[in-house]
T-cell receptor
Framework: AQTVTQSQPEMSVQEAETVTLSCTYDTSESDYYLFWYKQPPSRQMILVIRQEAYKQQNATENRFSVNFQKAAKSFSLKISDSQLGDAAMYFCAFQGADGLTFGKGTHLIIQP | EPEVTQTPSHQVTQMGQEVILRCVPISNHLYFYWYRQILGQKVEFLVSFYNNEISEKSEIFDDQFSVERPDGSNFTLKIRSTKLEDSAMYFC??????????????FGPGTRLTVT
């Protein structure tokens, strides 16, 4: 079974600054997807960004980008120019042959 | 853009009662899922469903739970004899493809279940 580890229960960043959320995973599979989901106080799960394991290029979506290190099984999320609306729980998730596995989440606080 | 919908958004029930949580997956999707998130914890897989039968379930999904696709659009999760520890957010998801690595699951907004 896959495991996903988010070692930062909580992170805080000043508005307009950059923050990086870390995620590591453990798998023996070579073909898989990785996701970052945002969960605001409404508790809806919102897909932020996805990365295909077979792609070497790091995914980017506007202010959100990832640093995917396949050999190290690391998948960090960088949020640039942080905004108050970015405050939320962020979950890293692994999608492999056995389905979707989530990490425990990182609570991101944006300081005005 | 098509989306997964769930009703109700919040359900309050008394311990021992049965509840049915409803989901309408994206119309051309063939694979359906339920997940649970207890407050403050991570999202946990409950069950996946394809071709009118369960394809995979977790150890959380015991005899208290059942799923059904009663018609061409709805996908339901039934919880019999609810317990206090069933209080959680329940997410429905759907995908166009199977459970392989190239699948992408689209999540609904969730139903908050409160058991009193």
């Amino acid at each position: 079974a896959q495991t996903v580890t988010q070692s930062q229960p909580e992170m805080s960043v000043q508005e307009a600054e950059t923050v990086t959320l870390s995620c590591t995973y453990d798998t023996s599979e070579s073909d898989y997807y990785l996701f970052w989901y945002k969960q605001p106080p409404s508790r809806q799960m919102i897909l932020v960004i996805r990365q295909e394991a077979y792609k070497q290029q790091n995914a980017t979506e506007n202010r959100f980008s990832v640093n995917f290190q396949k050999a190290a099984k690391s998948f960090s999320l960088k949020i640039s120019d942080s905004q108050l609306g970015d405050a939320a729980m962020y979950f890293c998730a692994f999608q492999g042959a056995d389905g979707l596995t989530f990490g425990k989440g990182t609570h991101l606080i944006i300081q005005p | 853009e098509p989306e997964v919908t769930q009703t109700p958004s919040h359900q309050v029930t008394q311990m021992g009662q049965e509840v049915i949580l409803r989901c309408v997956p994206i119309s051309n999707h063939l694979y359906f899922y339920w997940y649970r998130q207890i407050l403050g914890q991570k999202v946990e897989f409950l069950v996946s469903f394809y071709n009118n039968e369960i394809s995979e379930k977790s150890e959380i999904f015991d005899d208290q739970f059942s799923v059904e696709r009663p018609d061409g659009s709805n996908f339901t999760l039934k919880i019999r004899s609810t317990k206090l520890e069933d209080s959680a957010m329940y997410f429905c998801a759907s995908s166009a493809y199977g459970e392989g690595a190239r699948n992408e699951q689209y999540f609904g907004p969730g139903t908050r279940l409160t058991v009193t």
